[in-house]
């Protein structure tokens, strides 16, 4: 808030805490399947989530407070991506991509495939697709943003 | 002397001989010596009655493709592990989706899933209504379970 020459800003702690917590995702190198290619567009500098404050993939958890779980998680993976979920420090948040991670996909009736990533670890942003173009990605990112920020009408 | 009991063509062109499972050493050495140098793909199909088991042979010199293919009863085939190194996880990966049992193979335990699963999940009469999980113990090591709230 500007007041006359002066130019004071005004804020809370909690304001800016989340102002820079959601202008600084760094995501995790977590590239599953197909909806990876679209994740690593989103990365490059057509797309450029840079743009957004995510400035660089992660390779490891415990630099990384977003997990994007691009592509279909097998049963056997699950267990793998808990324990990945389990060594990103807090606050953390996971963005499922792609109809597989959502629900299962064209997986569905397989025998090897989690139906929905959100029964293992808690979900904040569903990014529906087959797989889901860079801009919706880029869209879910912000979506995320704005829930850090308290700006979601859910 | 090997028998050959159908030679035909493939759709992609590829030679296609169907041999007998006795025969099946004895054949691929000697496709072995004419220069089919490179084990592709060995690949089995279950037919109901019965099992299939396709190899796909190239020879890098003739750049060419063939087609062996074996059928089974009793779920046992010999292991081509003496002419070839990469039959080893091709036959494991059979053994695990289909449960064909390859003769003289020295290791053949599961190759993608934990040896604690029950059936081979790519048989024609796999039942998909009886869902398994799969979760790892601490020692890092997979198991399955039937038991919903154990895996995932």
Not at chain 1, 1 to 18: F, N, S
Not at chain 1, 29 to 45: D, H, K, W
Not at chain 1, 57 to 67: E, K, T
């Amino acid at each position: 808030m500007k007041t006359g020459e002066t130019g004071i800003l005004t804020t809370t702690i909690d304001k800016a805490l989340e102002w820079g917590r959601s202008n600084s995702l760094w995501p995790l190198t977590f590239g599953l399947a197909c909806c990876a290619i679209e994740m690593m567009a989103v990365q490059g500098s057509h797309f450029d989530i840079s743009r957004f404050g995510s400035e660089i993939f992660r390779n490891s958890p415990r630099q990384s407070d977003l997990m994007i779980v691009s592509g279909t998680v097998t049963k056997k993976m699950a267990p793998r991506l808990k324990r990945l979920y389990d060594e990103m420090p807090y606050p953390k948040y996971v963005i499922a991509m792609g109809v597989c991670v959502i629900q299962g996909g064209p997986y569905v009736k397989g025998y090897s495939v989690v139906l929905g990533v959100d029964r293992v670890v808690p979900v904040d942003v569903f990014v529906p697709g087959c797989p889901p173009t860079p801009d919706a990605l880029t869209y879910g990112i912000m979506t995320l943003q704005k829930k850090i920020r308290g700006e979601t009408d859910r | 002397m090997v028998e050959i009991l159908e030679e035909k063509k493939g759709k992609d062109g590829r030679p296609i001989f169907v041999i007998k499972k006795s025969d099946l050493l004895e054949f691929m050495r000697q496709k072995k010596q004419e220069g089919f140098d490179h084990l592709s793909l060995i690949t089995g199909v279950d037919r109901k009655d019965y099992m299939e088991v396709n190899y796909h042979l190239y020879s890098f010199s003739k750049n060419q493709y063939i087609v062996v293919k074996v059928t089974t009863d009793n779920l046992t085939v010999p292991s081509l592990i003496s002419l070839w190194k990469s039959a080893d996880w091709e036959e494991r990966e059979q053994y695990d989706m289909l449960g064909i049992r390859f003769d003289g193979h020295p290791d053949l335990k599961r190759m993608f899933l934990p040896e604690s699963w029950v059936g081979h999940p790519l048989r024609k009469d796999y039942d998909l209504n009886n869902v398994q999980y799969i979760n790892m113990d601490e020692y890092g090591e997979d198991y399955a379970t039937f038991d919903p709230g154990d895996g995932w």
